[in-house]
């Protein structure tokens, strides 16, 4: 398995620190909103990853943080006149709610900030004991110049970065140099705080995933990712702090997905140009937006267009037909055992799952994985016939669906089953009618069908419907 890694700008083969075992650590939200469509690419992309190494035989824990102490969510709590918390429990639920819409497996842990404190304030004393960190009027800076490797995961230059930060108007005086940034501050009048040696106050975005990376994975993991703006100053500064505190390597493998943009300009919070996933699901089901995803390789961009989205809404729906075609073969066929040529067909058709696999194991590329998924539903439709055995029926079926599984694709959602109900319920009605000779009538609930975006079909099997 290839995959890769920003820190070397190569494809590597992926062999892990423990044999069989993947220590995963992706940035989540900061939460004082809903997430936007953006920041569904590395929930879906990151989970993806991870179903698949799973997949490989690979026990993976991963760690997801919610970044629960920040400048925006006091902002939001101050215009609500709520506590921090009321802002944060109730994002960070809804967070995972638009994780579970998207099918992604709930992560090993899901570390808080404002939980880890004590750990915290242990690492900065360590940085500041080893020579890294400095104090200065209750803040505590990191010293860039101290760590030599500084730059080496975004490809920076320390002399350049300060001398890009000294022309800024803004530049903090108390800092030795303006490259360095905080790991500790001091409250203002309102703000939450916490007790330190420093100064009653709270610790910069940076040190969190630091400590929580330690605390649930290790000094050295497998793997860290993010979307690719954290590559800096956040990623960046985390490679300084831990191996600074640690004297290790911190991660050996950085991931890092492409923007969603809209108009090709990133799409963020602070520009305005997003759509939160709320807003989206409210037109496309969620199952949608994750396919929408994978339809791309995780390092390119892709633009948000909602024609992309009705275009993965169809190649979805052809992947789901299929697989709702096979289950009515199945229910309606017979022939436990596989004729000659049946299995001479299941014997070809492993050629999907090696296309797919080759395409995985080539830095997860799911749009050519999904390529290999729509040649095995051309291959089914193809040849499963009405006088085809049940198992080879069955045969298809497990084929499709394992590979869809592996990329949290469901192949029967929950809102199409609801929907089954309604329909099945009004093809009896209308066998029903033709059967009292009520051909009118039998029209009629077929236009119904229609307007509801149902085709029927009438087969010596019975009547077969599918999704147009
Ligand atoms: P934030 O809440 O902004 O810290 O973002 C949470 C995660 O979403 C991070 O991994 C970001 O890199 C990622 N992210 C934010 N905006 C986008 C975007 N437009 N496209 C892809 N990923 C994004
Ligand atoms: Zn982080």
């Given at each position: ?153 975004s490809g920076k230059n320390l002399d350049d970065l300060i001398a890009g930060a000294s022309n800024r108007v803004d530049v903090d005086t108390d800092k030795k140099s303006p490259a ?289």
């Amino acid at each position: 398995m290839k995959v890769y890694n920003t820190l070397t700008k190569k494809k590597e083969e992926f062999v892990p620190i423990e044999e069989n075992k993947v220590k995963m650590y992706v940035c989540g939200p900061t939460v004082y909103g809903l997430i936007h469509i953006g920041n569904a690419r590395p929930y879906v992309i990151f989970d993806t990853i991870r179903r698949y190494m799973e997949y490989k035989g690979y026990e993976v824990t991963y760690v997801q943080n919610f970044t629960d102490v920040d400048d925006k969510i006091i902002k939001r709590a101050n215009e609500e006149g709520v506590s921090t918390d009321v802002i944060t429990e109730r994002y960070i639920k809804e967070a995972i709610k638009d994780a579970e819409g998207l099918n992604v497996e709930p992560a090993t842990y899901n570390p808080r900030a404002t939980k880890e404190m004590p750990h915290i304030i242990e690492m900065i004393k360590t940085l500041v004991d080893r020579g890294y960190a400095y104090e200065k009027n209750g803040s505590v800076y990191y010293d860039t110049k101290a760590f030599p490797g500084y730059g080496k995961l975004s490809g920076k230059n320390l002399d350049d970065l300060i001398a890009g930060a000294s022309n800024r108007v803004d530049v903090d005086t108390d800092k030795k140099s303006p490259a360095d940034f905080v790991l500790w501050k001091p409250k203002k009048e309102g703000e939450p705080y916490w007790e330190s040696p420093w100064s009653e106050g709270r610790p910069g975005w940076h040190i969190e995933c630091s400590v929580m990376a330690k605390e649930y994975l290790g000094d050295t993991i497998d793997i860290h990712a993010g979307g690719e703006d954290l590559i800096f100053p956040h990623h960046e500064n985390e490679i300084a702090q831990s191996e600074a505190a640690n004297g290790k390597p911190f991660a050996n493998y950085w991931l890092h997905n492409g923007f969603i943009n809209v108009d090709n300009e990133k799409m963020s919070k602070s520009k305005g140009n997003f759509f939160t996933l709320r807003d989206i699901v409210a037109e496309v089901p969620y199952d949608v937006v994750r396919f929408f995803i994978l339809n791309g390789h995780y390092r390119s961009p892709i633009n948000f267009s909602r024609e992309l989205m009705d275009a993965a809404g169809n190649g979805l729906m052809r992947i789901k037909n299929c697989v709702k075609g096979l289950n009515f073969h199945i229910e309606n066929s017979e022939g436990e055992a596989l004729t000659a040529a049946e299995e001479a067909l299941v014997r070809d058709s492993a050629k999907f799952k090696a296309d797919f696999e080759k395409a995985m194991d080539d830095d997860f590329n799911t749009a050519d994985a999904i390529a290999s998924i729509f040649e095995f539903v051309k291959f089914a439709n193809t040849n499963v016939k009405e006088t085809s055995t049940k198992a080879f029926g069955e045969a298809m079926l497990k084929g499709i669906c394992e590979l869809c599984d592996i990329l949290g694709i469901k192949t029967a959602d929950e809102a199409a089953e609801a929907d089954t109900a309604e329909i099945e319920a009004l093809i009896a009605e209308r066998t029903a009618a033709k059967k009292a000779r009520d051909f009118a009538k039998a029209d009629e609930i077929r236009n119904r069908l229609s307007d509801m975006g149902v085709v029927i079909e009438d087969t010596r099997q019975g009547v077969r419907w599918s999704f147009k």
